[in-house]
Structure formats: structure tokens, C-alpha cells
């Protein structure tokens, strides 16, 4: 009898926990956003630039001053505002970074990927691409690593196929019978598994034979092409991750002194990059020189 009531009231909370967070609701004050219950009562009050809805319901991504943080639908501090970027990702995990590095965190404030990494990026097959270092690997959206950072570059033009660079070689792998991707607990079981194709991509043969084809136009061209990455990394730094709106991101000017300084350093990482850099191209086919040799 005993055990019924008390399944009775978990399922009563359960009931309750979840119309109450259904009846929180924004409501805006002065240019500021807070939180609300269906009776009116203020459970956070107007103090947030921005309040962007995280899981079902049960947080929010907050905006307070400058810095992103995560607020639970009661108006309490999940994740302190200690962030200068924050994307949202499938609306239930937040991409958050500093100058630390990025970390994605779950709609409790919980961390998915320790903030210690230099991108992160979704792939298909429920993935992120994570790189550190210059080197790239993948995390499931549990946290648990798929593969160690030991690629120079992934990506997938399709959902069931992943192209991946190692040691400068470019490998495709395609699941067969398969819409969505999805690798073995081991990575080493791709090469002898039935279902996966391997393919070992040959880019620029022509090019790959001898550095000494690369000319002083195409060395310049690669090292200018490494201008727009950096340029937008900066804006992005600057600008559109600080929550300002489109029209006053323009009228508020203090970005501008620091435009120079952060855009130097986003290209200096952006140029020695080893694996997708404009010198990449080069180092490679030097070292094949070598190995030929």
C-alpha cells in the first residue's frame, strides 16, 4: 500500500514539475528580459539582455552584461556568466567559449565537452567534431570520446560518409545500407568491418609529385586565402558573439581599437595551422619529396 502512495506522488510531482515549467513564460522590462509563472509571480527578474529557451523548457541560455550563462525555469544560476560565445546546438545543448577555449554543456549546466577545446562542430550520427591542437577528433552527445584527436581534418558530405585526413593522406569511409552514420565503439573495427568502405582519396596528384610545382603565385594566392577565415573569426569574436543586436552591433564602436590586435592573432593561428593552413599544401608535398628520396 505503501509502495502505491508513494508512486502516486512521484508521478503527481512528476505531473506538476512538468505544467510548471510549461507555465513559465518571458516577459520583457525596460529592454530586459526576465522569467514569470502563469500567476504572474517574477521567478528572475528583468535583469538579462537575452533569455533563449534550452531543453523542454527547463533552462535558458541568459545574456547578463557581456557574458552568457544558463539559467534553470526558477530563475536560478545553472552555469555561472563567464562566457563570451554561445550557440545553441539541436536546442538542448549550448556551445559555450572564452578565451579559454569551447565546452558544451546539456540543459542542466552539466559539461557534455570540457572547455578546453579549440572548435567544436555537429557532424551526422549524433556527433561532434572537436579539435585541439591542430588535431580533430569526435564525441558522442554523451561525452564519451569516439575518436582521440589523431586526424588533421574530417568532414562528412553525406550522412553515412566521413572523409577524414591522416597524416596528410585524405581516406574516405562510407557505411554501407546505412542513412546515418554510425562508427564502432572502436575505431580500429572500421578496417575490417563488413559494413564500412575505405577509400584512399588521391587529391592534386600533379601537384603531390614535386613541391617544386607549387609556384610564387600559388604560395602567396594560399597565404591571402587564409584572410577570410581570420576575418571572420575576429567579427565573430568581436561582434556577433557579444548577444548585441544587428543595428547596434554598428553603433557601439568599442570593438573597433581592438579590431587590429585580436585579427593579427586569430591569422597568425589561422597561417600556422599544420594540417589546413596555406602552408599545409607545401610541408606535405616536401615531405613526400623526402620519402620518395
Known sequence: MNKIICRALL????IFSCCY?????????????????AKGNILAEPVYKKLIVLGDNESYIALKGSRYGIVSNTGE??????????TRFLGKFVKFGNYKGFG????????????????????????????????YGLIDFNGNTITDYIFDDIYMPKPNV??????????????????????????????????????????????ASKYSVVTTTDYFLKILSSISPAYEATIDELMLSQGAEAVSIF?????????PFVYA???????????NGPLAGIKENIKREFQEE
Open 11 to 14: 508521478l503527481f510531482c512528476l
Open 21 to 37: 515549467a510549461a507555465d513559465v513564460s518571458v516577459f520583457s522590462e525596460n529592454g530586459k528580459f526576465g522569467l514569470k509563472d
Open 77 to 86: 544560476t545553472l552555469l555561472d556568466f563567464k562566457y563570451s560565445h554561445a
Open 104 to 135: 558544451v554543456y546539456n540543459a542542466q549546466g552539466k559539461v557534455i565537452i570540457p572547455q578546453e577545446q579549440d572548435s567544436i562542430d555537429l557532424l551526422f550520427g549524433g556527433m561532434f567534431l572537436v579539435s585541439k591542437n591542430y588535431k
Open 162 to 207: 566521413m572523409r577524414v585526413k591522416y597524416d596528410g593522406e585524405w581516406y574516405e569511409i562510407e557505411q554501407i545500407a546505412a542513412e546515418t552514420f554510425s562508427l564502432p565503439e572502436d575505431i580500429q573495427d572500421v578496417k575490417t568491418s563488413s559494413e564500412f568502405k575505405i577509400t584512399k582519396l588521391v587529391t592534386s596528384p600533379g601537384a
Open 251 to 259: 553603433m557601439n564602436v568599442s570593438w573597433l581599437p581592438k579590431f
Open 265 to 275: 592573432k586569430n591569422y597568425y593561428k589561422t597561417f600556422r595551422n599544420p594540417n
